[in-house]
């Protein structure tokens, strides 16, 4: 079975500040990763997907993750906050790219 | 482009009742997921449609059942609702090569009271 971990269910960075999102997750084969984010009262946003072309992965809004096999991590970052960034961020995996399972959450408050 | 469009936004019921919950896909999307997100928790799969038939299912009980239209809408249907089933209830579409992964809506907001 897939699952996923998020080390960490509230982030409070400043604003300006390096975001990191961690994410582990198991999985019996080569999975699909993903990021998203959700804001008040509104539904999930594809922030990035891995699907084995390449370990550094760019998405929206100036977030990239990066895919470690050997550590089954596929941590999230953003070099530099911004107020609009404040969000649930939620990681998930499928091993087909059907099923999404997805980690707890991580709630992100950015300072001003 | 209208995105993945649910209705309706809000809903309440008591326990018991039996409810409908309506998805359109986003334009060109013929593939529609249903999830259910419990507050402060991460979503949970309940099942998947394609070509009007369902293709997985997660952990949920028979008393959750779907439908998916010639024209790729979707319903998901409760029955016998119980307290622990008031969540945001999301849809997500995508293509069938889900190249661009899923498009979720903003849900619909269920509470049983």
């Known amino acids: 079975a897939q699952s996923v971990t998020q080390l960490g269910s509230h982030v409070s960075v400043s604003e300006g500040a390096l975001v990191l999102l961690r994410c582990n997750y198991s999985?019996?084969?080569?999975?699909?990763l993903f990021w998203y984010v959700q804001y008040p009262n509104q539904g999930l946003q594809l922030l990035l997907k891995?699907?084995?072309?390449?370990?550094l992965v760019k998405g929206i809004n100036g977030f990239e993750a990066e895919f470690k096999k050997s550590e089954t991590s596929f941590h999230l970052t953003k070099p530099s906050a911004h107020m609009s960034d404040a969000a649930e961020y939620f990681c998930?995996?499928?091993?087909?790219?059907?099923?999404?399972?997805f980690g707890a959450g991580t709630t992100v408050t950015v300072r001003a | 482009d209208a995105g993945v469009t649910q209705s309706p936004t809000h809903l309440i019921k008591t326990r018991g009742q039996q409810v409908t919950l309506r998805c359109s896909p986003k334009?060109?999307?013929?593939?529609v997921s249903w999830y259910q997100q419990a507050l402060g928790q991460g979503p949970q799969f309940i099942f998947q449609?394609?070509?009007?038939?369902?293709?997985q299912r997660g952990n949920f009980p028979d008393r959750f059942s779907g439908h998916q239209f010639p024209n790729y809408s979707s319903e998901l249907n409760v029955n016998a609702l119980l307290l622990g089933d008031s969540a945001l209830y999301l849809c997500?579409?995508?293509?069938?090569?889900?190249?661009?992964?899923?498009?979720f809506g903003s849900g619909t907001r269920l509470t049983v009271v």
């Open positions: 334009s060109g999307h013929d593939t």
């Open positions: 999985s019996s084969v080569p999975p699909y």
């Open positions: 997500a579409s995508s293509s069938r090569d889900r190249e661009y992964g899923y498009t």
């Open positions: 891995y699907t084995s072309a390449a370990t």
């Open positions: 449609y394609y070509e009007e038939e369902e293709r």
């Open positions: 998930a995996v499928s091993p087909n790219d059907y099923k999404l399972s």
